[in-house]
Every structure is written in C-alpha cells, then in structure tokens.
C-alpha cells in the first residue's frame, strides 16, 4: 500500500508520519518512510538545490523539473521496489505538490505538469493520500515557531502563493476525493493520529492483511 501525506507547510506531516509508522510496525506490517524531494543521494543532492534559499533566481519551469527528477529517482530506487516486497510505503509528499506549488502556486500548466509527473512515476499513484488541512499563515507561524526545523526556499514565498497552494490542493481533492483523506491538523497530535490511523485501518487491502499474516505463521514456524 503506497501513502502519501500532503498539505500546506506546517501542518506536522513529519511527525504524523512518524507516529503511524510506529503504529503500523506495532501491529506486525513491514513500513518504508520516505520524503520528497530525497530519499535517495541523488535525490537529496537536488533536494540541497531546490531549496536553498539562496538560489531564489531558479525558474519555475527548472524548479518543475528538478522535483520531478528527483521522484523519478525515488520511485525507481525505493518506492517501487518496496511495493514490490510487500511493504507499506509513507512519503511525505509527491506528485500532489507539485500540482499545487507548480501547479496553482507558480501557475504552470496542468496539463503539462501531470505528464511530467506521469513521466517521472511512470504512472504510480498513491492509494491513499492524507490531507493535513491548516490555515496557510497559521501553518507558517507555526513552523516559524519550530526550533531547528529546515526553513526553505518556498516557504519564504509571500502568503498569497500559499493561499493559491491550499486553494489548489482543495481542488485535488475535489477532483478524486475517494483517494484523498483530509484532516484538521490544528487538532491535538494525538486527535490526528487516531483519525489517520482509522482512515488508514479502513482502506487497507485485504491482501495486506494475508501477506501480514502468512508472514507472521512463517516467523513462527519450528
């Protein structure tokens, strides 16, 4: 099962991804959690570019590209391999963002966006997306307020361009709301666990169940 956890900055992604993966490898699963752009050392080297702030003369048409090159090495290096050994995967963030920053952030064509995108997944989607819903300026404040958290390069872009991030991403989730599972992410952090965890409970494939079980009867066999 592939997962992707999406939303405006701020919205404690890092640490919901963190507490489900404890909750899953709980409970018997074998769990990957990966981040965007990263994941790998190529993807990280792009990652160290695209957000520097000191690069603020990078276009956007280059800055389309370079997420997405560092997710077509994601996708062949490690989500796609993992799928394939049966693991459920966590990604903080995917092809969503750049529909929403590049996309309704920057104002870039969809249309050629989503074949980039699909070019670079080569047509992997995620199963379930989580939508960690924040009020923009809330969302910066609070990570403003963060200590030793990674400040980047977009998040110094004016609060309009984010406005038009949350106002994409709610047209994402419009358009295929059976994939996405949005939640208030001002709630306690506790409060926002159980619910992605009941979400994620709800949705998961029975396949992944047998595979978990016939896993553990190996484990115990003599």
């Not at 796609?80 to 870039?108: F, K």
């Not at 670079?120 to 923009?136: F, H, R």
């Not at 047209?171 to 709301?177: D, E, G, M």
């Amino acid at each position: 099962m592939f997962i992707t956890f999406e939303g405006p900055e701020g919205g404690g992604k890092t640490t919901q991804i963190q507490l489900l993966q404890e909750t899953l490898v709980r409970q018997g699963y074998a769990v990957l959690a990966t981040r965007e752009p990263g994941g790998t050392q190529i993807g990280n080297a792009i990652r160290t570019v695209l957000l520097d702030a000191a690069n603020s003369a990078m276009s956007e048409r280059a800055e389309a590209l370079l997420f997405n090159a560092a997710r077509a090495q994601l996708v062949d290096e490690v989500i796609r391999p993992a799928l394939e050994r049966g693991q459920i995967v966590l990604c903080d963030r995917y092809a969503d963002s750049t529909l929403a920053y590049q996309g309704y952030g920057r104002e870039l064509d969809l249309d050629k966006l989503k074949a980039l995108i699909h070019f670079a997944t080569a047509g992997l989607q995620p199963d379930l997306t989580i939508y960690l819903a924040v009020d923009p300026a809330t969302g910066i404040e609070r990570k403003r307020q963060l200590a030793g958290v990674e400040w980047n390069r977009l998040e110094e872009e004016d609060l309009a361009f984010h406005q038009r991030v949350t106002a994409g991403f709610q047209q994402l989730i419009n358009a295929a709301p059976e994939r996405w599972l949005a939640v208030d992410a001002t709630r306690p952090i506790q409060e926002v666990h159980r619910m992605i965890r009941a979400g994620v409970m709800q949705r998961m494939p029975q396949q992944t169940f047998l595979a978990r079980t016939d896993m553990q009867q190996r484990e115990q066999m003599p």
